[in-house]
């Protein structure tokens, strides 16, 4: 199994929830985040040492699937967050060792 992370403008949230569901997902974490890209911030130097400034809001969806779900998700998720402008986020993936479905206790795909 896997967990596909992604970052996402926030008026895009409705447009992804509709995809991920459209694929075959029946859950997903979202939570509010901020952060910058290349263009999202200015650079300061403090004591001699560069930072960035200037967070910019975002909605991370955290998604876990199947290993075969992974690329069409992925897909679902792209086609739905892109603005095709500065800003429109990033989607990783990482494996996943173990689910558990807290009322039942199954562990594994049948978790999910
Ligand atoms: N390397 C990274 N690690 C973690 N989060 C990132 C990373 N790069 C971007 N993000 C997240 O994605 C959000 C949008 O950044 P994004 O990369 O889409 O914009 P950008 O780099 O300014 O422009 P571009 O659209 O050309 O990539 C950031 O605010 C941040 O939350
Ligand atoms: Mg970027």
Known sequence: MKIVTAVVKPFKLD???TAVKDVGI???TVTQ???????GGHI????????????VDKIRVEIICTDELVDTLI??????ARTDTIGDGVAWVTDIEHVVR?????RGPSAL
């Open 33 to 39: 985040a901020r952060g910058f890209g290349h263009a």
């Open 44 to 55: 300061e130097i403090y004591r001699g040492k560069e930072y960035e400034f200037d967070f």
């Open 75 to 80: 897909d679902a998720i792209v086609q739905a």
């Open 15 to 17: 447009e992804v929830k």
């Open 26 to 28: 029946t859950g997903m």
């Open 102 to 106: 807290i009322r039942t206790n199954e």
